[in-house]
């Protein structure tokens, strides 16, 4: 089991995370949020990159500061951005990282040959890196957190430049992975995470806002989503009355998915709340700073 027992960060007079909590068993957990939001630097807490400003982070009953190595021998871990060789090619970069986690070679030989078959690759294992695009990279990245084998398994935005056949076959691979231990997607994506993850944790204003099932957070706007249509040349008026999830033209009119506290219009179709419903909802100013 892995705890996060009242964290927070702070560089100097900037606080980065405040007063975060958390209990992570086996299976899938989603880290959904905004860019911003303090994802990135919980993963890096959580990996080791940096230690918390106050409070702990505890792994089977140990702080992972003291176990130092032998937390990281357990620990998988894909930032967003890791560095290779572009000359090497996916074996020889993976039998190097191997080398460098005390990895037999015979044992590393086996385990490099049944990743990337993992993460279909074979056919390219003795091509140049420089030759890949982005998604085959971002591949070579998921084999190289696995090399170890680990119990915890961190993905920080891992779906980066993969195509939506190589997420599906993303998401059927962490399914497999999580029978026997810990992973942890940290992402802006709803739906890298919607259909997997045993629980969803959402961070807003730098604290813990959800630590649910897709379900229960879902129900959190149960009643207020809405869908309806009307002449574009209303669009505009609807927008500034409404939180808009979702707009799309269809013969001439305007459809429109929103949330509404309160009493609904004749002419309003409810509709079940998704994921990414509360995703937009609760991240609205964020996302719109975001965009400006």
Same mark, same amino acid.
């Given at each position: ?45 959580? /990996?080791?990159? @940096?230690?918390?400003?106050?409070? $702990? !982070? &505890? ?9 130092? #190595? ?119 994506? /709803?739906?890298? @995470?919607?259909?997997?993850?045993? $629980? !969803? &944790? ?9 630590? #649910? ?80």
């Amino acid at each position: 089991m892995l705890t996060v027992k009242d964290v927070s960060k702070n560089y100097g007079d900037f606080s980065a995370l405040e007063n975060v909590s958390l209990e992570f068993h086996q299976g899938i957990y989603g880290l959904l949020a905004p860019n911003g939001a303090g994802k990135t630097t919980l993963i890096k807490m959580l /990996v080791t990159l @940096i230690s918390p400003s106050k409070g $702990e !982070i &505890i792994y089977n009953g140990m702080n992972i500061i003291d176990l130092d #190595e032998e937390y990281r021998d357990r620990l998988g871990y894909l930032p967003q951005q890791f560095g290779f060789y572009k000359n090497d090619t996916p074996k020889k970069y993976l039998l190097y990282l191997a080398a460098l986690k005390g990895i037999p070679k015979k044992q590393a030989i086996e385990r490099i040959d049944e990743l990337l078959e993992k993460v279909a690759l074979s056919d390219v294992a003795n091509k140049k890196l420089k030759k890949f695009s982005g998604g085959m990279i971002q591949r070579v990245g998921i084999a190289q957190a696995l090399l170890n084998d680990p119990h915890v398994l961190i993905l920080d935005e891992p779906t980066a430049g993969l195509d939506p056949k190589e997420r599906a076959r993303f998401r059927q691979l962490l399914t497999e992975l999580a029978h026997d231990r810990l992973v942890i997607i940290s992402t802006h994506i /709803v739906s890298d @995470i919607e259909s997997i993850a045993n $629980e !969803i &944790i959402m961070i807003k204003n730098k604290q813990l806002l959800y630590k #649910e099932t897709v379900e229960a957070i879902c129900n959190t706007l149960e009643g207020d989503v809405y869908e309806t249509s009307f002449n574009y040349e209303n669009l505009e008026a609807f927008r500034r009355q409404h939180v808009l999830l979702s707009e799309k033209q269809e013969q001439g009119r305007m459809i429109v998915r929103f949330v509404h506290k309160g009493e609904p219009k004749e002419e309003w179709t409810k509709v079940m709340p998704h994921l990414e419903d509360v995703f937009l909802y609760e991240y609205r100013d964020e996302l719109l700073a975001e965009s400006e």
